[in-house]
């Protein structure tokens, strides 16, 4: 298997030369290209839209030959447009919320990840607020699942609250509204997570509630549960609400976390593909929803990245794609797609970064200082 | 505590066998460190229900550590030696709680970076306990088969994709009296070679033979009380007030065949136990069949080592979409064989991955069939690799291309 870094440099290597025969796209531009185009400042009408392409996806199901076919709209449409990263290291613990929270923080959390707490170092968003003096409504969270109700706001003593996201949880507020109407059926869809099926945890975070939902996104209740009984899944609710944000109150920074690809905890490889084939038509959706939009069109970066991988095929501790518990490479290995004004497109970059440098990163492009962070800015993307 | 106190009587708890075991290698089990011992201890509590390959296993690598000098020994344990333990953990009463203290330990390593080196330390470990292990005679080649697709009149996904490379793809098979052609297979090697735990059939439905002699018999169907008892149980725990994942996992780990209505003695407790860590250890294996099946199989060929295993997957109930949930009907479970047969396409390969890390694995065979219709997948010794073969055959000529 090899260490670490050499099996991460394996699978880079492979997403590129892939990448190449699929899309074109050249390692070298990355030195010899243009410049990215910029403004003297950046204006600060410039938004930023993570989206974690969540619950762990590995190579053979996306990057690999036999997995290209449940990527078509990462391949075809996104690649060609986005500088992307084929090494991105996760060297910390690779449960859902803890990866999610240390993605936020730019540091590896360590933390219960079945807990109900905050992240302990500062998030993005509150970066992004303090230094930039940006009001609570322009930082969003939207996560599928209850645990990540606390990820808005860290528990740091110089940021806190007073500077954090607000954070929606669409399945727990349609989990309210058909509670409040009297209508049965809506426990299982609060399954939480997957590793832990039967898991509801008791919420106290700074997740928004149902009143509120239905007046910042001037969504009545009604509405709400009646385009959630069109949809197929958790993650479906969860870009439609992301999309209501981006109509109604336009947020500079919003996170978006899917979560359906943790069907894989289930073991049926079925549901796995589907859940990957939806997440991928889900990260279309969002980046037309973008360029649609006239807050976002042409000053909106995007950036899209799993939390971390599954386990191998080959590990025997592990059951394949089923679980991420080894810690094997190929679970800690995993891939970033950057694009938006004055990223290079179809670009490869193949060297080594690490999950922890996407908040230094943003906070390059956007002017903040992310002090406690651990990476480092990529600058292949400023 | 530290395992250099350790006396006989931490053991008082640990069934009669494994209270023996732990008393004759006390010297030994002083000397290792605490990042190891309990590991080996969490292995050795259940070892009055093990399988006799298992025993084998943990028997071996007890004699290859005592056969150790204390240098070698130092030298062996190094790497988990060198880690960092917190003083929680040496709290924590791992004699009698290996489980729990295991639990706890590779929380403390994920969160302090060292899961890494433990687990470079662990592969590093078993392969020189396997290295060493004394080689054993199989009675014969093992035999695994994966009947795949019950239910799925037709079918477009691309089968076997996985496992072609390691075999022929044949295309021609005759699937009248194929499932009963591969029954009696694995009952007359069961009756030819008798061997405690050597021959198992597992079935996503109900068993589809009379009880057989030597043969180990595991199915979705017959364990439905027992899996509606414990899905019933975790849910009472995992509700608010409940006690959490932290508290579904203790009594996961601590939960008896009798508390969910399984009985039984010798061999049947064995089976029993097996079982019960089948549902309780395994994600979804109390939901979905084909996860029960594959799952199932794994544990079999990773603890049991049988020389024949059948593993008959059958229609997963449905996932329900968000807008069904939604139309707050409560619908029977409907079955889903298109979704179940990727799903065991998947399965039948991870059960080749897993029998071919057992020993004999060079001339172990394999056969994937698609069930009642004429695709089937079969490694051999005996036969070449990525090679596709349209012969008409029945069920018998091709069993018979195996050997």
Known sequence: ?382 | MQPDQLNADQFSGYPPQARQVAVHRLELFRQLPLAFLPLLLRELIAYDWKFPAERSDLDNQLAYLSARSSEQLADAMAPFTKLRLSAELVEVNWVSEPAQFSERLTAHLWATHQIDAFRTAAIDYVHKVNAAAPSMPLPLPRLTIAVIGAGVERNSYPLFRRLRPQGVYFNGIDPQNGWHVLLETIVARAAMHPVPFGHWYIDGGAVATPASPGLACVSYDALQGVRNALVNKMRSVMQPGGGGPEVLRTMLAQMRPEDVGLTGAGEAAVLSRFQVSILTEGSGTQLFSTTFVQWSAREALRRAQPVTLLARFTPRQREQSMKDLLAGIEQAPVPDPAGSLIDADMGAYYTWLNQQRLSGAQQSSFLAWFENHNEALAISPALPRGKTDESALDMRQLLRRLT
Not at chain 1, 201 to 230: C, D, N, W, Y
Request: include cysteine.
């Open chain 1, 1 to 382: 298997m090899g260490t670490l870094r050499q099996v991460a440099q394996r699978v880079a290597l492979s997403r590129r030369e892939f990448l190449r025969a699929a899309t074109g796209a050249g390692a070298g531009a990355a030195l010899f290209g243009l410049a990215p185009l910029r403004g003297a400042d950046l204006p600060y009408g410039r938004k930023t839209v993570v989206v974690t392409f969540g619950g762990g996806a590995r190579d053979e199901e996306t990057f690999m030959p036999d997995g290209q076919e449940n990527i078509p709209t990462l391949l075809k449409r996104l690649i060609p447009q986005a500088t992307v990263f084929t090494q991105v290291v996760n060297r910390g613990i690779l449960g859902h919320y803890v990866a999610t929270a240390s993605l936020a923080t730019g540091v590896y959390e360590t933390f219960n990840n079945f807990a109900a707490v905050a992240p302990e170092n500062p998030t993005v968003f509150e970066y992004f607020r303090r230094d930039l003096k940006r009001p609570a409504s322009d930082a969003w969270v939207v996560a599928p699942s209850n645990g990540f109700n606390r990820i808005g706001e860290s528990g740091h003593r110089a940021y806190g609250p007073s500077f954090g996201a607000g954070v929606i949880l669409p399945k727990r507020l349609l989990g309210t509204a058909l509670s409040a109407t009297g209508e049965a059926q809506y426990e299982h869809l609060l399954r939480d997570n997957y590793e832990t099926p039967l898991y509801t945890p008791q919420l106290s975070g700074s997740e928004i509630e149902l009143h509120q939902m239905a007046e910042l996104l001037k969504l009545s209740v009604e509405a709400f549960t009646a385009h959630a009984r069109s949809l197929a899944s958790p993650d479906e609710l969860s870009v439609y609400i992301a999309r209501q944000l981006m109509r109604q109150l336009a947020p500079s920074l919003l996170w978006v976390t899917l979560h359906d690809i943790d069907i894989a905890h289930s073991g049926t490889y079925s549901l796995y593909i589907d859940a990957i084939q939806r997440t991928d038509r889900l990260c279309g959706e969002l980046w037309s929803a973008i360029q649609t939009h006239p807050e976002y069109a042409g000053k909106t970066t995007l950036f899209i990245l799993p939390d971390f991988g599954r386990d191998s095929d080959t590990d025997p501790g592990g059951n394949g794609f089923q679980h991420h518990r080894t810690g094997d490479p190929l679970s800690r290995t995993t891939w970033m797609i950057v694009m938006g004004p004055g990223v290079r497109e179809n670009v490869v970059v193949d060297r080594a970064v690490e999950s922890t440098d996407l908040v230094p990163t943003i906070g390059s492009m956007l002017g903040f200082s992310p002090r406690l962070a651990q990476g480092r800015p990529l600058s292949e993307v400023l």
